[in-house]
């Protein structure tokens, strides 16, 4: 099948105006992904299946990833010139300097699908492919790969109840595990669970806080303990 | 004779506190061949040895119960192994497993069908407070926010030997339980009415009501020192 720099090229000369991009993972695992841009997405996964050489036939897995907005500081480097001294001789050549800066980015929060791919018929795999929805807010839909993969029918519609994405074209679009009238999507990372385990008997951390809430220390002075 | 004179009566019999005979002599009788007992007892020894179940499983601790139920544990040994398809038919809710809050109303749903007298076992840490699950947000935190639960059964899962542990447990208090007086079940108190168990709406953030404040409260927490 080759590397993902290959699966790349070979995309990119077949899609020439999808913007392609190669998602490297550094860690041990090193399972390399391919960013697909959603209005291109149908056609490349209908490409990865049909064409002869990859027979990408199975969709084994379908899940979600929810990116918050978030601040990055990242280190970049830059050349600077600096200016000539006024008594330099003319003709002198500006001397360059390379300074490290520390720069802070705002990334704007989106939520991801991963697809992961793998070909029965040729035995090889994962391909894995990443959509990105625009935002968080009101624009979350990515096109279904479930006419593509129709393995891909409750997967994403578990991606849709826990996370929110609107797949466009899918059969038959409901939630999943969550009952239909629920209308949050437990796994974003801003999802607020109701406050219902009022009683733990060995609190910590953020249940500690949540105890406290529900047992809130005695005045001072009564006597009592706070709670432990 | 003067017929106006009203014949004395009888003084009726002193409701007896204690029992009249007393074991070791019923013991003794029944060596004999005579067997003296009284409705309350025959009526609580039938209905203790045939607790039918409701065959219902929810998660990994309905397989124990099941596993109760094979010919190595034997729940049959307890006139137990009639688990019932429908809850019109079944004495015995063994909640074995995670009740999700999707799940929650159907279960109160079939507890609510099931008819007077009736019982509820709540089986492994999911059933009782949410158990692994507890901190997630769609595992109801404990059936008994919702339905009474006359036995607890902790474990993860518990082993089938609790199970028939816990129905021993079960039957002993079935035994002791009188049939008159406030403490009878429910079906034989004129006038009170075992009442039907809230079954919870779906609401958009939480089950509505998340539990039932009338059978429910949180925990009240004592301070010592
Ligand atoms: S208590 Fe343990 S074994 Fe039983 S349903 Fe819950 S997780 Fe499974």
Same mark, same amino acid.
């Given at each position: 099948?080759?590397?993902?720099?290959?699966?790349?090229?070979?995309?990119?000369?077949?899609?020439?105006?999808?913007?392609?991009?190669? /998602?490297?993972?550094?860690?041990?695992?090193?399972?390399?992904?391919?960013?697909?841009?959603?209005?291109?997405?149908?056609?490349?996964?209908?490409?990865?299946?049909?064409?002869?050489?990859?027979?990408?036939?199975?969709?084994?897995? /379908?899940?979600?990833?929810?990116?918050?907005?978030?601040?990055?500081?990242?280190? /970049?480097?830059?050349?600077?010139?600096?200016?000539?001294?006024?008594?330099?001789?003319?003709?002198?050549?500006?001397?360059?300097?390379?300074?490290?800066?520390?720069?802070?980015?705002? /990334?704007?929060?989106?939520?991801?699908?991963?697809?992961?791919?793998? #070909?029965?018929?040729?035995?090889?795999?994962?391909?894995?492919?990443?959509?990105?929805?625009?935002?968080?807010?009101?624009?979350?839909?990515?096109? #279904?790969?479930?006419?593509?993969?129709?393995?891909?029918?409750?997967?994403?519609?578990?991606?849709?109840?826990?996370?929110?994405?609107?797949?466009?074209?899918?059969?038959?679009?409901?939630?999943?595990?969550?009952?239909?009238?629920?209308?949050?999507?437990?796994?974003?990372?801003?999802?607020?669970?109701?406050?219902?385990?009022?009683?733990?008997?060995?609190?910590?951390?953020?249940?500690?806080?949540?105890?406290?809430?529900?047992?809130?220390?005695?005045?001072?002075?009564?006597?009592?303990?706070?709670?432990? | 004779?003067?017929?106006?004179?009203?014949?004395?009566?009888?003084?009726?019999? =002193?409701?007896?506190?204690?029992?009249?005979?007393?074991?070791?002599?019923?013991?003794?009788?029944?060596?004999?061949?005579?067997?003296?007992?009284?409705?309350?007892?025959?009526?609580?020894?039938?209905?203790?040895?045939?607790?039918?179940?409701?065959?219902?499983?929810?998660?990994?601790?309905?397989?124990?119960?099941?596993?109760?139920?094979?010919?190595?544990?034997?729940?049959?040994?307890?006139?137990?192994?009639?688990?019932?398809?429908?809850?019109?038919?079944?004495?015995?809710?063994?909640?074995?497993?995670?009740?999700?809050?999707?799940?929650?109303?159907?279960?109160?749903?079939?507890?609510?069908?099931?008819?007077? =007298?009736?019982?509820?076992?709540?089986?492994?840490?999911?059933?009782?407070?949410?158990?692994?699950?507890?901190?997630?947000?769609?595992?109801?935190?404990?059936?008994?926010?919702?339905?009474?639960?006359?036995?607890?059964?902790?474990?993860?899962?518990?082993?089938?030997?609790?199970?028939?542990?816990?129905?021993?447990?079960?039957?002993?208090?079935?035994?002791?339980?009188?049939?008159?007086?406030?403490?009878?079940?429910?079906?034989?108190?004129?006038?009170?009415?075992?009442?039907?168990?809230?079954?919870?709406?779906?609401?958009?953030?939480?089950?509505?009501?998340?539990?039932?404040?009338?059978?429910?409260?949180?925990?009240?927490?004592?301070?010592?020192?």
């Amino acid at each position: 099948m080759g590397t993902i720099e290959q699966l790349h090229a070979r995309l990119s000369a077949r899609f020439p105006d999808a913007a392609l991009t190669v /998602v490297l993972n550094p860690g041990p695992a090193a399972q390399h992904s391919l960013l697909v841009p959603a209005t291109q997405a149908r056609a490349i996964a209908e490409f990865l299946r049909d064409d002869p050489e990859l027979q990408l036939d199975t969709c084994s897995n /379908v899940t979600g990833i929810d990116w918050p907005e978030r601040e990055i500081t990242e280190t /970049v480097r830059r050349t600077v010139t600096e200016p000539l001294p006024a008594d330099a001789p003319p003709g002198t050549a500006p001397a360059a300097k390379v300074v490290e800066e520390k720069v802070r980015r705002v /990334v704007p929060g989106h939520l991801e699908v991963v697809y992961h791919l793998y #070909s029965v018929a040729r035995g090889h795999g994962p391909v894995i492919l990443r959509l990105r929805t625009v935002d968080r807010g009101d624009q979350v839909a990515l096109p #279904s790969l479930t006419p593509v993969w129709r393995a891909c029918e409750f997967q994403e519609r578990e991606v849709f109840d826990l996370f929110g994405v609107v797949f466009t074209g899918h059969p038959d679009l409901r939630r999943l595990l969550m009952w239909d009238e629920f209308r949050d999507h437990p796994m974003r990372k801003d999802y607020v669970e109701p406050d219902d385990y009022e009683w733990e008997p060995t609190p910590h951390d953020r249940i500690l806080t949540q105890a406290q809430r529900h047992y809130p220390a005695p005045p001072a002075g009564s006597g009592e303990s706070a709670p432990r | 004779m003067n017929p106006a004179a009203p014949t004395p009566e009888p003084a009726p019999a =002193p409701a007896a506190a204690a029992p009249a005979i007393s074991e070791a002599e019923r013991a003794e009788l029944r060596r004999q061949g005579i067997l003296l007992t009284s409705i309350e007892e025959l009526y609580n020894w039938g209905r203790s040895n045939s607790v039918w179940p409701l065959q219902f499983g929810l998660a990994c601790c309905a397989i124990e119960m099941i596993a109760a139920s094979m010919a190595r544990f034997d729940i049959a040994r307890f006139g137990s192994e009639v688990f019932r398809p429908s809850p019109r038919q079944a004495d015995l809710l063994i909640v074995s497993g995670t009740v999700t809050k999707k799940m929650a109303p159907q279960v109160v749903r079939l507890w609510n069908q099931m008819p007077e =007298p009736k019982y509820c076992i709540a089986m492994g840490a999911c059933a009782i407070s949410g158990g692994p699950f507890k901190q997630g947000y769609n595992v109801l935190k404990g059936i008994d926010r919702y339905i009474p639960v006359d036995l607890y059964l902790p474990g993860c899962p518990p082993r089938p030997e609790a199970l028939l542990h816990g129905l021993m447990e079960l039957q002993a208090k079935i035994r002791t339980q009188p049939l008159t007086g406030p403490a009878a079940p429910p079906h034989l108190r004129p006038g009170a009415d075992g009442g039907e168990c809230v079954i919870p709406d779906f609401g958009p953030h939480d089950l509505e009501p998340p539990h039932d404040s009338a059978r429910w409260q949180p925990p009240r927490l004592i301070r010592t020192e």
